[in-house]
């Protein structure tokens, strides 16, 4: 019994042993099977959209390059040589409103892990910096969506076989930005001229702390002078994430300003104009509120935002034929009025152009091409100039200004100027409350 046990035990080990190893086999025929048949992959053309995506600098840029690439893939894609290939967008969050490291960090991995062709975002100047760099080293396609700093198309000029390959298509550089909202300053000041009776208006000034708007501090008490007012008080510079700016607000009170020049990117331009209205500050204010520029402005300040006005670039006003229909789709697709960082959308049109015209996603057959871009946007006329920026002008980008009044943008600027003035734009409107305040 003892013997006939262990062989029918040894019988049940050999069974499990030749199941065991019919199962290996198996497993490795099948697998080799998979290896040896791939599922195709259709080639893309892998676009990195960069930016603060956390907050709405990042948000908008996204939506908008997201707008253009579904409908230039809807059309059949992009030609690339003798294929159509369509555009992989990748999300790429730089936290750079709060970490320059983490910026330049996230261009490189977008670059070494996700194997971007082309890099098309930024906000912050100095994170920019270090981005572009980064991209440079790499000799990837960088088109700047957000900064305005010169020090980054100076590059271009000074090294441009290191820099080539780094184009601001939105918005315009620093000197251009400073042009535009002292014209919006100076329509303010007549206003205020002809409706206060004020001939030479105080103006009081306000600039974010941030590398991109330094020369904005620096030139704006020299040449308000030039334009008939006086300036007074210091320049007050408020961290672009301020979340309180009532002492600079009560020593612009003090300072007996009839004009408040601010020039705001970040968070804290909801922090301002919801607290200017609040306090009923007695000047009016005129200058760059980016925050101000979209449609949730009105809401991210609980309808306290009333009268502030900002230089922008996107508004429902027909700059060129397809101003008005991005608009509108932009506003029904995600339920809010963009702002000037959606111009990833006209970048990524630009981008696709300049690739067909290529041939080729080679960087270098890319920068000969996007230096013949003359394209027709959503904000103007684009052609670059040997610093790799757009020109500015009525006959290419200049801007808009733009003025929230009850719920509502109302462009303001230009209103005659150089002969330009869009259908639907009306003479600035003085705050009741500043009104009430000089003339009583």
């Known amino acids: 019994m003892k013997k006939q046990n262990r062989g029918s035990n040894l019988s049940s080990y050999k069974l499990l042993i030749l199941a065991f190893t019919l199962l290996i086999v198996f497993t490795s025929i099948t697998g080799c099977a998979k290896k040896e048949a791939p599922v195709a992959k ?67 991995r977008a670059i070494t892990v996700d194997k971007v062709d082309v890099i098309v975002g930024g906000f912050r100047s100095e994170a920019v910096l270090a981005m572009q760099d980064v991209a440079m080293d790499h000799k990837i396609l960088h088109l700047g969506v957000g900064a ?50 004020i001939p030479v208006p105080k103006v009081a000034i306000l600039v974010e702390k941030v590398l991109g708007f330094d020369p904005v501090a620096a030139a704006a008490p020299q040449a308000i002078p030039t334009m008939g007012m006086e300036v007074v008080g210091t320049v007050w510079r408020p961290s672009q994430t301020a979340t309180d700016v009532t002492a600079e607000l009560t020593a612009i009170r003090e300072s007996g300003a009839h004009i408040i020049y601010s020039i705001l990117s970040g968070p804290v331009g909801i922090v301002y104009a919801r607290q200017w209205e609040e306090m009923q500050i007695p000047a009016v204010s005129i200058g760059i509120n980016v925050e101000a520029q979209a449609g949730g402005f009105w809401q991210s300040t609980g309808g306290k ?16 034929e397809k101003t008005i229909p991005f608009y509108d789709k932009f506003l029904a697709t995600y339920k809010e009025a963009p702002l000037y960082l959606a111009g990833s959308y006209d970048t990524i049109y630009m981008l696709a152009e300049a690739i067909e015209r290529a041939g080729s996603l080679d960087s270098d057959a890319l920068v000969v091409e996007m230096e013949k871009t003359d394209y027709i946007g959503t904000s103007g006329r684009f052609v670059f100039d040997e610093r790799h920026d757009p020109k500015w002008g009525p006959q290419f980008q200049a801007g808009l200004g733009v003025q929230w009044i009850d719920g509502k943008q109302v462009v303001f600027w230009p209103f005659g100027w150089q002969g330009v003035k869009h259908e639907g734009a009306v ?14």
């Open 427 to 440: 003479r600035y409107t003085i705050p009741p409350w500043v009104v009430k305040h000089w003339k009583q």
């Open 42 to 108: 259709t080639p893309t053309i892998k676009v990195a959209v960069a930016g603060p995506m956390a907050f709405v600098h990042g948000d908008h840029k996204w939506k908008g390059a997201v707008l253009a690439a579904e409908e230039i893939n809807a059309a059949g894609g992009v030609r690339v040589g003798d294929e159509k290939r369509l555009i992989e967008l990748v999300k790429v969050d730089t936290n750079e409103l709060l970490s320059v490291p983490d910026a330049a960090s996230a261009i490189e």
């Open 305 to 320: 935002g009333n009268y502030e006005t900002t230089l922008s670039f996107l508004s429902r006003v027909a700059v060129t």
């Open 148 to 197: 305005i700093t010169h020090d980054l198309t100076d590059k271009v000029v000074s090294n441009y076989d290191r820099y080539k390959y780094y184009f601001r298509t939105v918005p315009f550089k620093a000197g251009d930005v400073i042009t535009t909202s002292f014209l919006l300053l100076q329509e303010a000041a007549a206003v205020v001229r002809e409706e206060l009776g």
